[in-house]
């Protein structure tokens, strides 16, 4: 791990070069590692091979927390769920957590409206007359997690010194508040977090493969190819066709119309063509789903590119900075198959089954991995000489730094590397592992002694690895 977790060392300080980590706890005797899930902001998420959700670096101070990421600081430890079915996947965001078990059940945690109520929706029609939930009207009062823009802006653009400031200013530390005794159970005295998990209830027999996790929403992919969403949808990131602030029932998002009929409440947007048809999306069902601060990315089978939530920074890759209310195909990848996705607060990236890495959206700190700090408003090709012309394989994004593996196991790390003032101090946590906290806007190779890496999975200010020991 590297990057800033505060409760990681007991200094609070960054680590600047990738440091291992053990399962020291007693509670993990003869488990190891089995995946790396990121975390959120301030802690870091694993799962273990015997199907246990890990947590740490979460930071008690003055009766208060990072996000709700379990009670364990430095050393990583069992984040128990209402459960005994073992854990397939996890996923972390700004103030939020979802976990997949290998049953399909889903279960949501943190910020209140991000964990759905009991209610389902199947039906497409009827999502339009939702109610706005009370917590859409709440959530004004908690700093977001740092756009620099009103929710219903769509197109323009601050210069590139605004956005640094108001970057930089925008990392708050989000906290909640446990009473001494209690601190094990639900948040005392603060009604915006839940810490208890509760299961997210989805339709009969629907077995849940995956989740991302964004800003304010989720979205989670079934066995059969459908894709669910809840939370937060101002933007348009829960695929609605509206600007619906609060979707707290679990619903279909619309990304495809399948011709087997599984996914018959699916349709598609194309770019202006508002009426065309679902058969026209290359593909059957949804492959992968990734969220961003406030937008939305998912791939077909046959490796198409949808894409649909906030624009202001071009991250949906649409050519413009328009917000796309519904899932819409990014029209200059029509005919790449794309493999891979991962997105950041602002940026999106792709890798095709070729090996090619596409990055789009924001770049003020160099995440998009292009030289520059200008963003991208269509998907631009980044020079494979910057990995050695190696074959990309797995990508991660962090708020705002990225991480990418190539099939030899080599790691690249690129943007943000620093932040500033936090809490009257200065610290400069380093996200990418160069052993330094200067940013840099193309990808740069990290070192990793004595291990192969096997995945990469990036928090809000760090990054987490797996490898395999080398003998």
Known sequence: MWGYLPGASPEKSPI??????????????????????????????????????????????????????????EIPGHFQLP??????????????????????????????????????????????SLQKDVAGKQSSSIAEQGSPQSSNTSSGSDSHHENKKVGDEAVKRRKVSFSKQDSDSQASGDEFFTVSPSIVTLGNGVKITSVAVGGRHSLALSDVGQVWGWGYGGEGQLGLGSRIKMVSSPHLIPCIESASGKDKSSAFH???????????VPGSFVMEIACGGRHSVVITDAG??????????????QGSNADQLRPTLVPSLLGTKVEKIAAGLWHTLCVTVNGHIYAFGGNQFGQLGTGSDQPETSPRQLDASRFENKHSRIVSCGARHSALLTDDGSLFTWGWNKYGQFNSDDYLPEQLGLGDSNDRNIPCQV?????????????????????????
């Open 270 to 280: 194309q770019g202006s063509s508002a009426g065309a048809q679902g058969s026209n």
């Open 16 to 73: 600047l070069s990738p440091a291992p980590v053990r399962l020291s706890d007693p509670s993990l005797a003869g488990d190891s590692w089995k995946d790396v899930c990121g975390g959120g902001c301030g802690f870091a998420m694993a799962i273990s091979e015997k199907g246990k959700l890990i947590t740490w670096g979460s930071a008690d101070d003055e009766s208060q927390s990072y996000l709700i990421s379990g009670k364990h600081g």
């Open 83 to 128: 459960t005994e079915a073992l854990v397939g996947k996890a996923a972390a965001g700004w103030a939020h957590c979802a976990s997949v078990t290998e049953e399909g059940e889903v279960y949501a945690w943190g910020w209140k409206e991000c964990v759905p109520s009991g209610k389902v929706i199947t039906d497409f029609i009827t999502v339009g």
């Open 304 to 317: 198409a590119l949808l894409t649909f939530g906030w624009g202001l920074y071009g991250q949906c890759g």
């Open 447 to 471: 070192s990793i002694a004595g291990g192969r890496p096997r995945n990469v999975a990036c928090g809000w200010w760090h990054s987490l690895l797996l490898a395999d020991k080398t003998v």
